[in-house]
Each structure stands twice: as C-alpha cells, then as structure tokens.
C-alpha cells in the first residue's frame, strides 16, 4: 500500500498553536501509517511535493495493491485534490476514497451547491456566487448572510468577519475573500439553527454513522456560531476552547433519520466513494439543509469521521479495512483504461474491470 499525502508547506510558516499546519499533518501522517501496518498491511509512505515524474516513478516502483490517498491541496484556490487522483487512477491502481470528480465537485462550493439545488436537496437560501465587489450590488440581500471563498475546506478563510449584516459589510468582505485567496466569494443565507457532521462510511452500501453536533452555546456573544479555520486548529483561540462536537448527539428519531437521507443523497449526487462527511444545518423553521460536502474528510483517530465510527461500534482498525475495502468495491463503471505506464494487469474484481 502506498499511503500519498502533500508535503508541501504551503506559501505561509505555521502559525504557533495551528494544529492544521504541515508539523501536525506529518505527525497525523505517521500515526495513520502506524494504524494501518496494525491491520496487516504493508505500507510505503509517499509524499508529492512538486515533483511529479518524480513521484510517478516512486509509485510505480512501490506497485501497491492500493493507493491510500490522503492528498488535500494546501494552496488557495488550488485543484490538483482531483488531479492527483486522475493520476492514480490513469495509473491503473485502485484508490481510497473518492474517485477524480467527486474531489473536483466538492471542493467547488457554488458548483456543488448547485448541482444540489437542481436534483431538489435543500442547501441555504441566497446562494450565490460574487466574482467582483459590484456584483453585490445586482440582487437585494437578506441579512444575515455568510461570506467564504468559493474553492476552499478545512474552515479556510472562515473567520469573525464571515457573517454580515449589512450591505457595506458584504462589499467589505466579498473584496477581502477576493483579494486574500484569489478567488471568488461564495454568499448564502446564515442559518440560525444546530448544526450537524454526518459521517458516512463504505462502498456498494453506505453506512449513515451517528450524527454529530457542533455545540457553539459557550462561545461569547461577539464570536459567530461558525466552524471557522479558528474553531478547527487554532488551539488558543476562544473558538477553539468554546467549541465542542457532541458525538452521538441527541436528536429526535425523525430528524436524525430526516439528516441521514439528506446527507447519503447529497454524497452520491458529487459522486462520493468510500467514505464522507456532510455537514448540515437547521434552518429558522427547523429544516435541515446542506452546507457542505467532505468527500475525502480526516481520518484521525479519535475525532470527526472515527468518532462518528467509535459510536458506531467501529474501532479505528475496522474503519480503515471498511475504508480499503470500499476502494477494491468501486467506484462503480470506473473502467480499467490504464494511460501512465501500468500494465501489471492485476487490477480487477467490481468497479475495476478491464476494457
């Protein structure tokens, strides 16, 4: 097995306490290998930096059985998450995770909340997609709206300026995400209900995992109830410190049932494989609608999707095998049309059959 990760640093020095930095993505790295020799695998740790004969070569060396990926993008803006697993694939190898296009659609928010808009699943109201400051000015707002770059995860350029209130405030924010990232702003209605991660796992059957709740009631009153980059990493940040995830949360049968359904369409509308997360909202009336999709979401232990796992009676072994397996599983009506060099002819079985 070959487990691939960037190893870029990014164009910006880890900021002290930021635990989504390259330092801790190492350590995570180490300790999922760690994990995964655990369960019998022999595993080949593979990082891609800016090199990519380089890191093509090394890959086709190593012939693994499967690619582990673990590849996210660490520069604004950038879409080589989807790049990278084309490779792979044109490689001829079977991949963890979602396949190249899921990673593409997921990563653009106004395409994915788009798509889902159009095949009837309920996303936030007021979605739209600003490329200059003016186009704020060519529709009436409802206040308050959230304000994100477009093309990014992770909480990235989510902050205590992302909700707005007033016109002047979006202009103001709409040319901070454009100038800062490069990119343009994703704006939607802010909706004021609980929030929720549901964590899916698996193939040909997907497993709706125990729901998640973010509980932001201890935040101070000036901070907004958001999962900003702060929320996530920033381990001395009030947000950190005042924001807890309840695992399982408690929510009534219906609803959770309700979340569940929405979240497995959502996920399968992008394409999704293997594993995923969709984080969900509550709106003024109690209705759940989609704020994202996570196609290849963190695989730490103890936290996120292994958490959701942990409740399920899933220990974190088990959820890497369901994981491995899944990539053997599919994704389905992916043909065996190797283009870079392979030609073991090794790869077959369901969702891998040769052309």
């Known amino acids: 097995m070959a487990l691939i990760y960037n190893s870029h640093t990014g164009p910006n020095p880890d900021r002290p306490g930021d635990l989504g ?10 300790h999922l290998a760690r994990a995964l020799r655990s369960t019998g695998c022999e595993v080949v740790v593979l990082p891609l930096y800016d090199d990519l004969l380089l890191f093509q070569r090394r890959l086709r060396r190593i012939e693994p059985d499967v690619a582990f990926n673990q590849y996210e993008d660490v520069v604004h803006g950038a879409s080589y998450e989807m790049r990278l697993a084309a490779t792979v694939r044109m490689m001829g190898y079977p991949m963890t995770g979602s396949p190249a296009l899921a990673l593409g659609l997921h990563r653009d928010k106004y395409m994915a909340a788009s798509l889902f808009q159009g095949v009837g699943i309920p996303i936030p109201p007021q979605n739209g997609l600003l490329e200059r400051v003016g186009d704020v000015d060519l529709r009436k707002w409802q206040f308050p709206v959230i304000v994100q770059p477009c093309r990014e995860h992770a909480g990235v350029g989510l902050d205590r300026q992302s909700v707005v209130s007033s016109k002047k405030a979006l202009r103001e924010r709409v040319a901070h995400v454009i100038r800062t990232y490069q990119q343009p702003a994703l704006v939607q209605s802010f909706l004021p209900g609980r929030e929720f991660n549901v964590s899916l796992i698996g193939g040909r059957r997907i497993q709706v995992l125990p729901l998640a709740e973010v509980d932001y009631s201890d935040l101070p009153p000036e901070i907004p109830s958001i999962m900003s980059y702060a929320a996530k990493f920033i381990e001395n940040s009030a947000e950190y410190r005042n924001t807890r995830v309840i695992c399982p949360a408690v929510v009534e049968p219906e609803l959770a049932r309700e979340i569940g359904a ?3 369409k959502a996920f399968r509308a992008v394409g999704g494989w293997g ?6 909202r509550l709106d003024a009336r109690g209705a759940p609608r989609v704020l994202e999709v996570n196609c290849n979401p963190s695989l730490e232990d103890g936290v996120a999707l292994a958490r959701s796992a942990s409740a399920a009676g899933i220990s974190y072994p088990q959820l890497l ?19 870079l060099g392979h030609s073991s002819g090794r790869r077959s079985g369901p969702g891998y059959t040769r052309s």
């Open 275 to 280: 594993y995923g997360r969709v984080d969900m």
């Open 321 to 339: 095998r369901l994981v491995i397996k899944a990539a053997f599983e599919g994704p389905p009506y992916d043909a065996f049309v190797p283009m």
């Open 21 to 30: 930095g390259t330092a801790d993505l190492k350590v995570v790295v180490r």
């Open 262 to 264: 929405i979240a497995l």
